[in-house]
Each structure stands twice: as structure tokens, then as C-alpha cells.
């Protein structure tokens, strides 16, 4: 009988694997299997693929802590900043990421917030999504997985979101990291309307 583990960073219990990889994130290798199955349902269904940055930014904020690489959550706090407060689509948090370059001093530090009770992981998404082979059952959950962790930010860590707009207001408004760009489509506008949502 194989051992069962618990998630460190969301608290969902899975049978180890034989010949698991060590866990890149604040997770057991088991956890990041379902991501990875998760991962490779959204690459065989292209038009998943505008839930790709969402699913690897939620995964990220909900496994902060640990060894989790401190610029990977900072990255995925401003990925679900951008995308569900101000409606970012996939690819402008991608150009966004782009132009964020490596923490400074001036980036605060992000500590979890305690797991609620009851919160969505990537396994409710794999159990809608690809193991039932729906695309409409994994958008739905995608979704609902993103809005249920960036809840359990704001609820249990007060100021996560002003601590996100005030680190690319640092990165983008004080250290120039959207100059050179020309042009209001692409990874341009997207800068361009990230410094509006700044500067206002």
C-alpha cells in the first residue's frame, strides 16, 4: 500500500508516486503531477491555452512558502493582480512578466497566508477538466480555482493587492522598465495600459 502525503502548500492528500521528482514549489511531487496533467491537457487543446498563464500563476501563489523561489510568487501574486482585477488577458501578463525583470530590495516580501478551511487546488480543476476530457469542465474550474486562491490572499493576507501595485509601480514607474516601447498593440499596449492603471 503506498504512502499518502499531504500538500504543504494546499492541502490536498495524494498517494506517492514511484520515482518521483523532488517538487519545484512549496508542494509534494504528487501535487505537482496533477499540474503537470493538467498542463499537458491545456497544450493538447489549443483553446485552452488562454487559461495556461492563469493556471501557472495560481499554482504559484498557492504554493508560496517553503522553498518556493520568493520571485515565483511575487510573479504569480502580479499575474492574478493583473488578471482578476483588472482583466489582463493571458498574453498582457505575459508581456508584463517580461518587463519585470529580477527582485530588488524594493519588491516586499509575500508571506502566505494560512489555507482556509475549504479552498479549490488543482486537483477539483483535473477532476472537471481533463479527467473528464472537458474543455467547458476545465475552464470553469480554472477559473473558479484563480478566483478561489486570490480570495484566500486578500482575505488572509490584508494589503497583498497594494503590495502588488506598489512593486510595479516601483519596477515600472521608477526604474523606466517600459521605456523603448512604441505602439499600441502587442506587448506594448499592454505596458502602456499597466502604467494607466499605475499613474492613476
Given at each position: 500500500m503506498r504512502l499518502r502525503t499531504t500538500c504543504p502548500g494546499c492541502g490536498i492528500v495524494l498517494p506517492d508516486a514511484a520515482h518521483e521528482e523532488p517538487a519545484r514549489l512549496h508542494a509534494?511531487?504528487?501535487?505537482?503531477?496533477?499540474l503537470d496533467e493538467i498542463?499537458?491537457?491545456?497544450?493538447q487543446h489549443p483553446v485552452?491555452?488562454?487559461?495556461?498563464q492563469l493556471t501557472v500563476d495560481t499554482y504559484g501563489a498557492q504554493h508560496a512558502g517553503g522553498g518556493?523561489?520568493?520571485?515565483?510568487?511575487?510573479?504569480s501574486l502580479a499575474g492574478l493582480w493583473l488578471a482578476l482585477e483588472h482583466g489582463f488577458s493571458a498574453e498582457d501578463v505575459r508581456a508584463?512578466?517580461?518587463?519585470?525583470?529580477?527582485?530588488?530590495?524594493?519588491?516586499p516580501a509575500f508571506d502566505p497566508p494560512a489555507p482556509p478551511?475549504?479552498?479549490?487546488t488543482v486537483l477539483d480543476v483535473a477532476e472537471a477538466g481533463v479527467r473528464q476530457h472537458s474543455d467547458g469542465g476545465h475552464a470553469r474550474a480554472a477559473s473558479q480555482w484563480s478566483e478561489s486562491v486570490w480570495t484566500a490572499w486578500l482575505e488572509g493576507a490584508p494589503g497583498v493587492d497594494d503590495g502588488v501595485e506598489g512593486m510595479l509601480r516601483s519596477i515600472f514607474l521608477e526604474t523606466g522598465h517600459h521605456e523603448g516601447l512604441h505602439g499600441t498593440i502587442g506587448p506594448a499596449a499592454a505596458i502602456h495600459r499597466l502604467l494607466g492603471l499605475l499613474e492613476a
Open positions: 509534494t511531487p504528487a501535487c505537482e503531477a496533477v498542463l499537458g491537457f491545456e497544450f485552452m491555452l488562454r487559461f495556461h518556493a523561489p520568493p520571485i515565483r510568487v511575487a510573479y508584463v512578466h517580461r518587463r519585470m525583470g529580477h527582485p530588488t530590495p524594493a519588491w478551511r475549504r479552498w479549490l
